[in-house]
């Protein structure tokens, strides 16, 4: 059974860093992409960034220049390096693994961005 666990989320001031960390474990396979996906009160689940296994990258218009996403070479683990947060950044972010078809998600971890 394969299993997506997050974790690095927390309460940081507009302008800090946070650094997500997902680890999938139960897969004998490297998915095809791995991501991140972020849901705030009252709105849908939007694609932050993902990465695939060929290396290419995606990130939202939002956070360009300041997320960065990064995988282990070899392994079912994935970063996401969060800087200069803003407010509009609070939510719980998911990790998400491709594999075929299959999508398989974590149960997140909440980011809040505040003074």
């Known amino acids: 059974q394969v299993q997506l666990v997050e974790s690095g989320g927390g309460l940081v001031q507009p302008g800090g860093s946070l650094r997500l960390s997902c680890v999938a474990s139960?897969?004998?396979?490297?998915?095809?992409?791995m991501g991140w996906y972020r849901q705030a009160p009252g709105k849908e689940r939007e694609l932050v960034t993902s990465i695939s296994t060929g290396g290419g990258i995606k990130y939202a218009d939002s956070v360009k220049g300041r997320f960065i996403i990064s995988r282990e070479n070899g392994e079912n683990t994935v970063y996401l390096q969060m800087n200069s947060l803003k407010p509009e950044d609070t939510a719980v972010y998911y990790c998400?693994?491709?594999?075929?078809?299959?999508?398989?998600w974590g149960k997140g971890t909440l980011v809040t961005v505040s003074l």
């Open positions: 998400n693994a491709e594999s075929g078809v299959i999508r398989y």
């Open positions: 139960g897969s004998l396979f490297r998915f095809n992409a």
